[in-house]
């Protein structure tokens, strides 16, 4: 019985190891069969197996290809049987992926990020009215808690408005606005409301009596 004793480090090496030692035998096994028809049916049995490790996707059709394009990846690409997908060759797998186009916004005031200017560009494209002043105070509020983050310190209603001024291209100017926007110590109190860590269950012995 010792000698009989197996090691990992004396198996072979799983290719994907997920999905353990046994599916790794299975597909061994079926590679080694001669029969196309009985590769064929191992096949299906194996994906059925495949697919029980994951029961809710296990009817999803892209999700069958994907099973189908791991059962030849652990195969080493070595298991000739029918597919109901085409067969990955081992160049796809190696081949290495399209690069992603990222945009490259390099804005003068990163505090603001580019939901802002994309906001402000919506509300350059709104009419005048009520609903496009109510947008434009809310951006500005949004701007000036940005701007706190930044800075942690104060900041006048002035400073955002020349920096709105700027990133609307000119369109939107609220200098001599009658509405002030929020105050900055409540916007700061607010940030530290919703920041301020959890000590619920921490501590809760502290004081008592022990006997």
């Known amino acids: 019985m010792v000698e009989n004793l197996?090691?990992?480090?004396?198996?072979?090496?799983?290719?994907?190891?997920?999905y353990g030692r046994h599916i790794q035998k299975m597909v061994d096994h079926a590679i080694s069969m001669e029969d196309k028809e009985a590769r064929?049916?191992?096949?299906?049995?194996?994906?059925?197996?495949?697919?029980?490790?994951?029961?809710?996707?296990r009817d999803v059709p892209d999700?069958?290809?994907?099973?189908?394009?791991?059962?030849?990846?652990?195969?080493?690409?070595?298991?000739?049987?029918?597919?109901?997908?085409?067969?990955?060759s081992r160049e796809e797998l190696a081949e290495r992926p399209e690069p992603l186009n990222y945009p490259q916004n390099h804005p003068?005031?990163?505090?603001?990020?580019?939901?802002?200017?994309?906001?402000?560009?919506?509300?350059n494209g709104w009419e005048d009215g009520d609903l496009k002043d109510a947008l434009v105070m809310t951006i500005a509020n949004h701007m000036k808690k940005c701007f706190l983050n930044w800075n942690?310190?104060?900041?006048?209603?002035?400073v955002i408005f020349e920096h709105l001024v700027e990133?609307?291209?000119?369109?939107?100017?609220?200098?001599?606005?009658?509405?002030?926007?929020?105050?900055s110590l409540q916007l700061l109190k607010n940030k530290k409301r919703f920041n301020k860590p959890s000590n619920k269950g921490k501590n809760k012995n502290r004081g008592r009596k022990r006997f």
């Not at 197996?6 to 997920?18: A, D, G, Q």
């Not at 049987?81 to 067969?87: A, G, I, L, R, T």
């Not at 990133?167 to 105050?183: A, P, R, T, W």
């Open 108 to 123: 003068k005031y990163r505090f603001y990020g580019n939901n802002i200017k994309r906001m402000i560009d919506v509300a």
């Open 152 to 158: 942690k310190d104060t900041v006048e209603d002035s």
């Open 6 to 18: 197996e090691y990992n480090t004396e198996r072979p090496h799983l290719i994907i190891p997920e």
């Open 167 to 183: 990133l609307s291209d000119g369109k939107i100017n609220l200098h001599g606005s009658e509405e002030d926007l929020s105050d």
């Open 40 to 57: 064929n049916k191992c096949a299906k049995s194996i994906i059925a197996v495949m697919g029980n490790l994951n029961p809710h996707l």
């Open 63 to 88: 999700f069958q290809h994907k099973l189908w394009d791991q059962l030849f990846i652990i195969s080493d690409f070595k298991l000739d049987v029918d597919s109901p997908y085409p067969k990955p």
